[in-house]
């Protein structure tokens, strides 16, 4: 089935060391998200990619780089992971469809970052 | 910017029927979206609605007024499986492609 699958599913990390989260779909939808989402909290968006066009939300910390290399995958890099970077991180795709219309978001399993 | 609004918490009855409430301010509109998410999952696509009116799904429904600036999502036949937290989620339109989540209501079913 087409889906939108995040590797790993748990990762747990040291204060500091670098991290890669990564997101790849099979819808061939030309938008990606990056969310972050803390316990009873709304998910927050990071920055999402328009094909290879990167927005990065205005309060979205320099921490956080993400890659898109093609349009199947995108990539969410934490430098210098922090204990309040310990959440869970979706991943959402989309599409734009006529005009500016946008289709809803589907979003991956998730991945849950534990910062030791 | 935009404002969303939704309960924190309600607790219904096993086969009863409940209604979540959402409530926005929005300088643009291009659609309102419910989602699902069950503890520690990601959230799940219920329903969509762009005009005014009621979108019904099986056990599920949603209602939009634009004018008012409120929706709502309709669950009948409760079951325990139900039990999840319920998002509300906008799309301000004018080339955003963001959805802007409520903070959810998180809903407990009872036996």
């Known amino acids: 089935d087409a889906m939108v699958i995040q590797n790993p599913r748990y990762q747990v990390t040291q204060f500091g060391k670098p991290v890669t989260l990564s997101c790849s779909q099979t819808l061939n939808h030309n938008v990606m998200y990056w969310y972050q989402q803390k316990s009873s909290q709304a998910p927050k968006l990071l920055f999402h990619y328009y094909d290879k066009d990167f927005n990065n939300e205005a309060d979205t910390p320099d921490n956080f780089q993400s890659r898109r290399p093609n349009t199947s995958f995108c990539f969410l890099d934490i430098r210098s992971p922090g204990l309040g970077d310990a959440a869970m991180y979706l991943c959402?795709?989309?599409?734009?469809?006529?005009?500016?219309?946008?289709?809803?978001?589907?979003f991956g399993p998730g991945t849950r970052l534990t910062v030791l | 910017g935009q404002n969303i609004d939704q309960p924190t918490e309600m607790t219904a009855t096993e086969g009863a029927i409940v209604q979540i409430n959402c409530t926005y301010q929005t300088s643009g509109f291009n659609g309102l979206f419910w989602y699902q998410q069950h503890a520690g999952e990601a959230p799940t696509f219920l329903s969509y609605?762009?005009?005014?009116g009621l979108e019904e799904k099986g056990r599920f429904s949603s209602f939009l007024s634009r004018s008012k600036g409120y929706s709502y999502l309709l669950l009948k036949e409760l079951q325990m499986k139900d039990s999840a937290s319920y998002l509300c989620?906008?799309?301000?339109?004018?080339?955003?492609?963001?959805?802007?989540f409520g903070k959810g209501t998180k809903l407990s079913v009872i036996p």
């Open positions: 989620a906008l799309n301000s339109g004018a080339g955003s492609y963001q959805l802007t």
């Open positions: 959402a795709t989309s599409r734009v469809l006529s005009g500016t219309s946008l289709d809803t978001q589907y």
């Open positions: 609605n762009v005009l005014d």
